[in-house]
């Protein structure tokens, strides 16, 4: 299967501005299933220069930085995909024992893993629900984390909420609803406190199911031994397939947005998105 996407952002200011350096993050990741045959980048103003390079989690980052000042900031992400069949159980944990909550992860990997351990905000009925979901699996890791995120699914109600940093987890249980964001955030916090090392990841979500128009998503991915970054989508119940792309990863939501940059001077302003995402014959 081939894709084009097309992401196209819109930065309108009541007067000009001068923009601080921008960093863009749309380029999709390799994975076992997408490869990114070409992918363009389009701003104007065309900046005065233009970077790129991988941070320090991994992802692909384009710097941009500009002369002058500026009422509006275009910029248009195209890719071309081939996606590519993909099993998402394909993997093997090991050693054994990680089959098991609660797991310790080896000195070596705690190491690496220390800032996806770090969790937040987990009150005692979150951390019961969690709990609860741990017991009815058998402490099997694999149901576990099948089963709590198809309960999340079940029991939160979805919601579109474009913009704005992710609710607190407290928030978010409480409400029992959120935004992808949310409930991925909320999620990740809950799995770090029952010592399971997980990510935020910003992407793609694509069903052939006749939209025109789609929205950035949002899940998040566990770290098993001898599995890698397992992807988990509390929004819809499931173990990520090859419907997902992924565009950034980090140990927090900020790290994953498309468009990261400031402006010097004093303006209102209003952003416009619009996903375009193809399947080409």
């Known amino acids: ?53 991988l941070d320090s989690e991994n992802n692909d980052i384009q710097l941009c930085w500009f002369n002058d000042v500026h009422s509006k900031l275009y910029i248009k992400s195209e890719s071309l995909l081939t996606i590519s069949p993909y099993n998402p159980f394909q993997f093997l944990i090991y050693p054994l024992e990680y089959n098991v909550l609660p ?27 969690g709990k609860q979901i741990l017991k009815a699996s058998n402490n ?6 099948t089963n709590i995120t198809k309960a999340i699914h079940d029991d939160f109600l979805i ?15 409480n409400l029992k609803r959120g935004s992808c964001r949310d409930l991925a955030w909320m999620q990740i916090n809950l799995l770090r406190f029952l010592g ?13 199911d006749g939209a025109v128009a789609f929205e950035l998503h949002a899940w998040l991915e566990v770290y098993l031994p001898g599995a890698g970054w397992i992807g988990l989508d509390p929004t819809h119940g499931i173990v990520t397939g090859n419907h997902h792309i992924p565009v950034a990863s980090s140990r927090i939501q900020e790290n994953t947005m498309p468009v990261s940059g400031t402006i010097r001077g004093s303006a209102t ?11 080409l014959k």
């Open 140 to 145: 099997e890791t694999i149901p576990f984390l």
């Open 103 to 129: 797991f310790q992860y080896t000195p070596t990997d705690s190491e690496s893993l220390e800032i996806y351990l770090r969790y937040q905000d987990v009150p005692d009925d979150l951390a019961n629900f």
């Open 196 to 208: 399971i090392a997980s990510r935020f990841v910003s992407g793609y979500y694509f069903l052939d």
């Open 159 to 173: 919601e579109t909420r474009l913009e704005g940093a992710p609710y607190t987890p407290a928030k978010s249980f």
């Open 269 to 279: 302003s209003k952003m416009e998105t619009n996903l375009y995402i193809q399947k």
């Open 1 to 53: 299967m081939n894709l084009h996407i097309s992401h196209i952002t819109e930065y309108f200011f009541s007067t000009d501005v001068f923009f601080e350096p921008h960093v863009l993050r749309f380029k999709p990741k390799a994975t076992p299933y997408c490869c990114a045959r070409e992918h363009h980048i389009t701003v104007d103003p065309e900046p005065a220069g233009l970077s790129r390079f």
